[in-house]
């Protein structure tokens, strides 16, 4: 059983940064990880998601603006968001699954967290 904890959720304004984190038990190193967001009123969305060799696939309404990457010390998996907009407001879910692939759907994951909120105030 795979167990993932997320971290880093907050209240910030438009235009700031903020990192939020996942921890993941078990073989941290075959996973691929992603992150998807649900906002208020909307189904869940992906973001982004990074293969165990490092290669990272975004979607388009976060590519230049949000970066995830892994750090396989410490089994941990961050999502970098930068220029937040309104519109980033959401529950942050992160993902993890043993497919070897970029994997962008939400049936293709196993494991999920139970989410942090991040809100960004215009």
């Known amino acids: 059983q795979v167990q993932l904890v997320e971290s880093g959720g907050g209240l910030v304004q438009a235009g700031d940064s903020l990192r939020v984190s996942c921890r993941a038990s078990?073989?941290?190193?075959?996973?691929?990880m992603g992150w998807f967001r649900q906002a208020p009123g909307k189904e869940r969305a992906f973001v982004a998601t990074?293969?165990?060799?490092?290669?990272?696939y975004y979607a388009d309404s976060v590519k230049g603006r949000f970066t995830i990457s892994r750090d396989n010390a410490k089994n941990t998996v961050y999502l970098q968001m930068n220029s937040l907009e309104p519109e980033d407001t959401a529950v942050y879910y992160c993902?993890?699954?043993?497919?070897?692939?970029?994997?962008?759907?939400?049936?293709?994951?196993?494991?999920w967290g139970q989410g942090t909120q991040v809100t960004v105030s215009s």
């Open positions: 990074i293969r165990r060799d490092g290669i990272t």
């Open positions: 078990g073989t941290f190193t075959t996973y691929t």
């Open positions: 993902a993890a699954d043993w497919k070897y692939s970029l994997i962008t759907t939400e049936r293709d994951y196993t494991y």
